[in-house]
C-alpha cells in the first residue's frame, strides 16, 4: 500500500513521535510518504520518503492549493493521513482538486492526538481517536486506535544524572501549568527520604520552575535539564518516574513509563485511568502526592511488583506493530 502522512511540524513532542514511530513502521512492508518540515528528518528511517512542505501557507490560496494537487498527483497514494487539524482542510481540497485533474479519490484519515473541539475532523473520511474522551468530541465516522511507540533498547552509561545513590526520580512533559511540575516540586520538599529529581521538558514555565526550586533550596535535590531524545536511558536507570498532569488526551510518557521505568505513578489522566490500578493513581495536590512519594519510598518493592504486572499487561497492547496493523485495516476499508 502506498501511504502519505502529513505532518505540520511544531516541535518534537507527542504528536510528532507518534507519527514518526507510525511511518517507520509501517515503511517495513508498505511505501511511505511525509509531508512535513525538514527538521523531522534525523527521526525518520531511511525507507520513509519525507517531502519537505510547508503547511503554513494560506489554506484558501488557490496557487498553494494546485500546487498541493499535482504533488498528490505525483505521488498517488492510497490513503492520506493526516496528524494536525490544518493538514485536514489543506489535504482536503487539495484531494478534490487532484480529482478534478484526473486523479482518483484518495480517502483521508484524520487522527485526533488532542482534546481540543476542532470542526475540521467533519471533512476526513475516517476518524480516528486515541481513547473514548477523544472520540467523544470526533464526528460519528470514528473509531478508537490507542496510541503506541517503538521501543528503544536503553542504552547504560556513566554520571550521575543516570545513576544517582540517592533515590532518583523523573517526570517527563512539556514545562506548561498543565503539567504539574510545580506540585512535585513542592510535595518533593518536605518529603521524609532523600532524594533527586530530574525533570526534563522545556516550555513556558521553566524561569518559574527554577524560581520555585531555588526559593525551596532544592537546588542540589531538583534538576531541570532540557528536552532529550533518550529518555529511555534516564527513566531505566531511576527508581520512579511522576506524571503530574491536570488532563491529557492520552499521554505517551505513560508508554515510556510501561517500557522503560521500574516504577510510575500519575494522576488519573489520558491512558493512565486505564492501566493503572488505584495504588499507583493519586489526587492532584501536592498533600495526596507528598502522601503517596512517603508511601512508595516505604514500600518500594511492594509498589514495584504492582507496577511489574502493569508492564507485562500492557507489552502487547503499546506494541507498534499491533497499532499499524489496526490503521491498516482501517485503511482498507476506505479503498
Not at 102 to 117: D, Y
Not at 297 to 326: H, L, P, R, T
Amino acid at each position: 500500500m502506498k501511504i502519505l502522512h502529513t505532518l505540520q511540524w511544531k516541535q518534537f513532542a507527542g504528536t510528532e513521535k507518534v507519527c514518526v514511530d507510525l511511518c517507520n513502521e509501517m515503511a517495513k512492508t508498505n511505501e511511505v510518504f511525509l509531508l512535513s518540515d525538514e527538521k523531522i528528518a534525523p527521526y525518520l528511517s531511511e525507507r520513509v520518503n519525507l517531502i519537505k512542505f510547508n503547511f503554513e501557507h494560506n489554506r484558501y490560496n488557490p496557487l498553494f492549493l494546485l500546487q498541493t494537487a499535482q504533488l498528490l498527483i505525483k505521488i498517488s497514494p492510497d490513503i492520506i493521513h493526516c496528524h494536525n487539524t490544518k493538514e485536514i482542510e489543506i489535504m482536503y481540497r487539495a484531494r478534490n482538486l487532484a480529482r478534478f485533474l484526473g486523479s482518483r479519490k484518495i480517502g483521508v484519515v484524520a487522527t485526533k492526538h488532542t482534546l481540543q473541539v476542532k470542526k475540521n475532523y467533519k471533512l476526513a473520511d475516517l476518524c480516528v481517536a486515541v481513547l473514548e474522551d477523544t472520540k467523544e468530541i470526533l464526528p460519528t465516522n470514528s473509531i478508537i486506535i490507542k496510541n503506541a511507540m517503538a521501543y528503544k533498547k536503553p542504552k547504560k552509561r556513566g554520571g550521575r544524572e543516570y545513576r544517582s545513590n540517592k533515590f532518583s526520580i523523573i517526570s517527563a512533559a512539556r514545562l506548561s501549568a498543565p503539567k504539574g511540575m510545580d506540585i512535585i516540586i513542592k510535595a518533593l520538599a518536605d518529603v521524609n527520604f532523600d532524594f533527586e529529581c530530574t525533570i526534563f521538558g522545556s516550555g513556558e514555565e521553566e524561569e518559574n520552575l527554577k524560581d520555585l526550586i531555588k526559593e525551596l533550596g532544592l537546588e542540589e535535590k531538583i534538576n531541570i535539564a532540557g528536552f532529550t531524545d533518550h529518555l529511555q536511558d534516564y527513566l531505566s536507570a531511576c527508581n520512579l518516574q511522576i506524571i503530574a498532569s491536570a488532563f491529557e488526551a492520552y499521554g505517551l510518557t505513560a508508554i515510556d513509563g510501561v517500557y522503560y521505568s521500574p516504577l510510575l505513578i500519575s494522576t488519573a489522566v489520558g491512558i493512565c485511568t486505564e492501566i493503572l490500578p488505584k495504588e499507583l493513581l493519586f489526587e492532584r495536590d501536592i498533600l495526596s502526592l507528598r502522601r503517596k512519594l512517603n508511601e512508595v519510598y516505604e514500600n518500594y518493592e511492594e509498589f514495584k511488583a504492582i507496577f511489574s504486572k502493569v508492564k507485562e499487561k500492557c507489552k502487547g497492547e503499546f506494541d507498534m506493530s499491533n497499532v499499524v496493523n489496526q490503521y491498516i485495516k482501517a485503511y482498507k476499508s476506505l479503498l
